[in-house]
């Protein structure tokens, strides 16, 4: 369970989107899924174990509790302002909140260090769209949980084939893909 965040109903959800619609065309998931505005397709079984939710009471309290922990996350004391490059790319952080002024990525391998703090949390703002390269990787170390991982994105995200992130990537004003083969440990919000 996060402590960087209490995230209500969304706890139990792997995708949601408050206005657009949610497809899968051949990754698995697992949890639930729902939009309060939009269709869901592609999400059958064997390759799909959730329950959907689509314009019900279920995803009128989700997009509260999505607004409530963009807030909660914007909010956030900045402990990194503008002092990182865009591309994060075969590095290690430590934890708090980076603020990238305009677009940024992933590219190669990123190591997210708790230092031996399992409450440690990672929150990385992009005032832009984020995309994540093709093989690229995020590594969970020093006790980093990934639901104390956040990327919180001013428009679309784009995860490249075979990437393997960790974290929930949420984005505030955009659509959320994933391509073939991506590794996802967390959660997609817009």
Known sequence: YSQT??????????????????ANTEGTVTGDVGTHSGTISGLELPDYTGNKYKAN????????DLLRLYIHLNAKFVDFPGTHAAAFANETITPGV???????????ALTLDGGGDPDAFFVI????????????????????????????????I????????????????????????????????T
């Open 5 to 22: 965040a209490n995230l209500g109903i969304l706890t139990n959800f792997e995708a949601f989107s408050g206005d657009g619609g949610i």
């Open 57 to 64: 009471a279920a995803t009128d309290q989700a997009r509260q």
């Open 98 to 108: 980076y603020s990238i002024g305009a677009a940024g990525s992933i590219g190669g």
């Open 125 to 156: 703002k992009f005032l832009g769209a984020f995309t994540v390269g093709a093989d690229a990787t995020v590594t969970l170390t020093g006790g980093t949980q990934s639901c104390n991982v956040f990327y919180l994105v001013d428009g679309a």
């Open 158 to 189: 784009s995860i490249a084939a075979d990437a393997d992130i960790k974290g929930t990537l949420f984005s505030k004003a955009g659509a959320v893909g994933l391509g073939a083969g991506v590794q996802l440990e967390g959660r997609m919000f």
